[in-house]
Nanobody, 119 residues
Framework: QVQLVESGGGLVQAGGSLRLSCAAS????????MGWYRQPPGKQRELVAA???????NYAGSVKDRFTISRDNAKNTVYLQMNSLKPEDTAVYYC?????????????WGQGTQVTVSS
């Protein structure tokens, strides 16, 4: 069994900052790629940022230079530092990770955390 627990969402004014965390726990052999997705109201889920096990990162164009993804491999945790937030960043944010267990490699989703940016 693997669990992803997210934290750090909330309500913030435009221009503010939030930091999201997502910790993986359970019968984990290794954690590979980790990422953050978001789903704005009435829209499809989209990739925000991703980071490989080696630390290489990529970002959606709309968040580049404002958001930073990082990870702590010892804690199986991925973070998303969000600065200069805009109302259009309002969404439910989900972490997604590729995890190797005794049953093979699978991708897991967090439960989602709401981020609301007021203008």
């Amino acid at each position: 069994q693997v669990q992803l627990v997210e934290s750090g969402g909330g309500l913030v004014q435009a221009g503010g900052s939030l930091r999201l965390s997502c910790a993986a726990s359970g019968s984990i052999f290794s954690v590979n790629a980790m990422g953050w997705y978001r789903q704005p109201p009435g829209k499809q889920r989209e990739l925000v940022a991703a980071i490989t096990s080696g630390g290489s990162t990529n970002y959606a164009g709309s968040v580049k230079d404002r958001f930073t993804i990082s990870r702590d491999n010892a804690k199986n945790t991925v973070y998303l530092q969000m600065n200069s937030l805009k109302p259009e960043d309002t969404a439910v944010y989900y972490c997604n990770t590729a995890i190797q267990t005794g049953w093979g490699m699978s991708r897991y989703w967090g439960q989602g955390t709401q981020v609301t940016v007021s203008s």
